[in-house]
């Protein structure tokens, strides 16, 4: 899902720059931590001044999510990385809070004491350029962020060893669509990153987790990020009660949400619910004038596409608002049987082995079983048969649905 690039869900992230792009970024927000969060994480390896130098040791049985290489003190350097509690409650997060200023404790508490609101953990957000790419990237502390983290990354305690020691890990989708290879050095803000685990955090936005240490040598805004774990609270309803609460200028994505369960094409859809055949077929000719062109990570056009923003950009030539990420447009609209599939669904897929749960690729149904798509890095945007590997579902677009989405 290309989904998870910069300038898609948490498009409001402030920027590390001198100055704010209030097109890509906008407001950080300020996160409280009263427990912790339940997505899946990224890891962000640093070796520049502050980030040790890396000595490459037999390491225990590996999977995609860490492969563990201790971080070596310098000599004159004699302040040990300070060790990760163990996973202890898991929290899965459904709101991801992001304010123009620090959260205070005043704020904390009254976000807090809203009905439904189970735990809060609090996190430094930003936009950060690694390897050339804008990056949404959350400093956590390692110890109680993990519980926020689907299972599976949360119990992986090399790589949260990594993070606190100074790597980066990155989502999945931003590693293996995006060219982001594991273990290797990229360059960041303040010197080279050393890409140390797969570990999607399960935000659609976020696609990069660093330690706090390291987050302060990156620039990122203090405390501007809060994520919220209340899976007992409508999260719809949750999201405004915390927008009256906080100061003017916040802004609440839901992530996990607890909704109603999802409609059917043939529940409570009236006629003029969907997109028209003129509608359709501008996208569709949009999508095809774009054959060839390149697959840039977070890119949104009209040169250079990821998956998602090949669907936004196509879209909105036919006048349909449609949100920037995977995750967010798969409720654009009721799902239907891939057997009823018609030209201009969208079809989703679920690819990621860090968090099998979430959607993390689209593509726009062409007929006759092809589909048209914005693949990966080093690839094309293209048409080609559908495959049902780690296939999700297919979605029927409804313009007044997909403009409506948080």
Request: proline share 8%; hydrophobic share 40%; charged share 20%.
């Amino acid at each position: 899902m290309h989904g998870s690039g910069i300038r898609q869900d948490l498009g409001f992230l402030v920027k590390t720059g001198k100055r704010r792009d209030p097109y890509k970024l906008v407001p950080f927000i300020v996160v409280l931590l009263v427990a912790v969060l339940t997505a899946d994480v990224l890891l962000l390896a640093q070796s520049g001044p502050q980030s040790e130098p890396l000595r490459q040791q037999p390491a225990p049985k590996q999977t995609l999510m860490a492969q563990q290489q201790p971080h070596e003190q310098p000599k004159q350097t004699t302040k040990a990385v300070e060790p990760v509690a163990p996973l202890r409650k898991l929290h899965k997060p459904n709101l991801f809070v992001l304010t123009r200023k620090p959260f205070t404790n005043e704020l904390l508490q009254k976000v807090a004491k809203l009905r439904g609101v189970r735990a809060l953990e609090l996190a430094d957000a930003a936009s950060v350029t690694l390897d050339g790419k804008r990056v949404q990237t959350l400093a956590v502390n390692p110890s109680t962020f993990r519980s926020y983290t689907p299972k599976v990354t949360a119990s992986s305690d090399a790589l949260w060893q990594n993070v606190a020691a100074g790597d980066v890990a990155v989502s999945f989708v931003l590693g293996s669509d995006g060219g982001l290879t594991l273990h290797r050095h990229v360059d960041g803000p303040a010197g080279p990153l050393r890409i140390g685990a797969y570990a999607t955090t399960g935000f659609g936005a976020v696609d990069a987790v660093v330690s706090k240490n390291v987050g302060r040598t990156l620039g990122l805004p203090r405390d501007n990020a809060l994520i919220v774990s209340a899976p007992d609270a409508n999260s719809a309803t949750l999201r405004d009660k915390i927008l009256d609460v906080l100061p003017k200028g916040t802004q609440v994505v839901m992530v996990n949400p607890v909704l109603p369960q999802p409609q059917t094409a043939k529940q409570n859809w009236p006629t003029g619910s969907f997109m028209t055949g003129d509608q359709i077929m501008v996208a569709l000719k949009a999508a095809a004038s774009k054959l060839g062109r390149p697959y840039v990570w977070g890119a949104e056009g009209p040169d250079t596409f990821d998956c998602s923003g090949l669907v936004q950009w196509a879209f909105a030539k036919a006048g349909v608002r449609m949100p920037r990420v995977t995750h967010q447009q798969w409720v654009a609209g009721p799902q239907v049987p891939l057997s009823q599939a018609q030209p201009g669904d969208l079809i989703f897929w679920r690819l990621d082995p860090t968090n099998p749960g979430y959607i993390s690729h689209v593509a726009i149904y062409w007929g006759d079983g092809k589909m048209i798509q914005a693949p990966r890095t080093g690839d094309v945007v293209k048409i080609s048969p559908v495959h049902t590997r780690g296939f999700a579902g297919v979605v029927r677009v409804s313009p007044a649905a997909a403009a409506g989405v948080r």
